[in-house]
């Protein structure tokens, strides 16, 4: 389905630390010259990115050090990993020996300063960055001490947590929008009902990723809960704590949303649009499906099985007193497809007939023959491994290219 706005939300860590000297500005160490012929000295500053890792950053390392350079004499260098491997390769790189210079605790900040991989820099913050404490607040910048040294300085949620939106350059330029009053998800709505009003057909809007709430709020901390399921929050500068469902940003959202939906101005659920049944999802390949909806729906808190326990569950399927009639019920879910008409995927299963997941893969077989939905369906001696899988794959590979 063509989208116009995208969302993306990036999450960096609570604390990043620096490793040696030079990152403060105070060292005397020459390693770059700049165009102009002056010596700087280089911080080599490892990023995580949530984003395609763009293989030449030098244009943002020059916007950078256009402003560091002058301002504190230092020459910013960007090593930028992916979240799935940042820890190791910053482990690697300093392991190694490589210049690293500040990089993203990601929670093993007590760690990291007891083997010794973190520079003390108490003495030079208040040197050379006296007003990061003013900036940042005593209090919060306590949680980068360790033993009365400060070692990291924490990053400022207000900033780091702020959503993003990606948006096609080519429609905006096209209609000659103005973006640059777009700051929040309710500046949105003009913006959106323009492309719609232009493209009919197209979605304007499409989560990139998306969870119970559906969207983004910068003025909440979720505190220790899930971010996309939370309870216990903190809203803009007030410190109580409150239900996240009761707050009047969760329902001012909710009327944002219904707004949205009413104008067809997002993505909607799959019982109301072929773009999950036949756009996203052409086909399906199920091998030893855990189609577990009827196993698990109303369990309660505390409740654990040998595979996972009721937070899992809860985060997967999400409110498990209503699964059953949930769209999260792929039983529901193709209900309410026939039901509107839509046209539905092809279906490819297959599961061992000593998996424990058998009866229930046999249950949906026969739910699929109830409802007359063409589905390929296979057994065969076999438990949940990749003994199996491997039989399997094979086939399903080339039903997917007929």
Not at 210 to 239: C, E, F, H
Request: hydrophobic share 40%; with cysteine.
């Amino acid at each position: 389905m063509k989208k116009f706005f995208g969302l993306r939300r990036n999450l960096f860590s609570a604390a990043f630390l620096v490793a040696i000297l030079c990152v403060s500005g105070c060292s005397k160490t020459v390693n770059t010259s700049s165009a102009s012929g002056k010596k700087y000295d280089t911080v080599v500053f490892a990023l995580m990115s949530f984003n395609n890792i763009p293989g030449d950053v030098t244009k943002v390392e020059n916007a950078v050090n256009k402003i560091t350079e002058p301002e504190i004499g230092v020459d910013i260098k960007l090593k930028l990993y992916g979240p799935a491997n940042y820890a190791q390769q910053v482990s690697l790189a300093m392991t190694g020996g490589a210049q690293l210079d500040v990089f993203h605790s990601l929670g093993d900040f007590s760690r990291i300063v007891s083997k010794g991989q973190a520079y003390d820099i108490t003495d030079i913050v208040d040197a050379c960055a006296p007003d990061a404490k003013n900036v940042l607040g005593e209090k919060f910048i306590k949680t980068g001490y360790k033993d009365g040294k400060l070692y990291g300085l924490p990053a400022y949620k207000s900033y780091v947590l702020q959503p993003q939106f990606i948006y096609r350059r080519d429609i905006a330029d096209k209609l000659g929008l103005d973006l640059t009053g777009v700051k929040t998800m309710y500046d949105l709505t003009p913006v959106l009902e323009k492309v719609k009003a232009a493209y009919p057909q197209m979605n304007p809007f499409a989560p990139i990723e998306q969870g119970n709430t559906g969207i983004p709020y910068s003025d909440v901390d979720y505190l220790t809960d899930d971010m996309r399921s939370p309870k216990g929050v903190l809203v803009g500068d007030v410190a109580n704590v409150e239900n996240f469902y009761n707050t009047d940003e969760f329902k001012k959202s909710c009327d944002l949303m219904r707004e949205w939906n009413r104008k067809s101005l997002i993505s909607k659920d799959a019982a109301s649009s072929t773009s999950i049944a036949n756009e996203t999802f052409g086909r399906i390949v199920a091998l030893s499906s855990a189609l577990i909806i009827h196993d698990i729906a109303g369990i309660s808190a505390g409740f654990k099985d040998p595979v996972a326990d009721y937070n899992y569950y809860h985060a997967v399927f999400g409110d498990l007193n209503h699964l059953v009639e949930s769209s999260n019920n792929p039983e529901t879910l193709l209900d309410m497809l026939l039901h509107n008409k839509k046209e539905l995927p092809e279906i490819f299963m297959a599961c061992g007939t000593e998996d424990f997941l058998i009866k229930e893969n046999r249950a949906f077989h026969d739910f699929l023959n109830s409802r007359n939905i063409i589905h390929d369906y296979f057994e065969s001696a076999g438990v949940h491994n990749w003994k199996f899988w491997d039989e399997y794959i094979g086939k399903a590979v080339t039903w997917l290219m007929k």
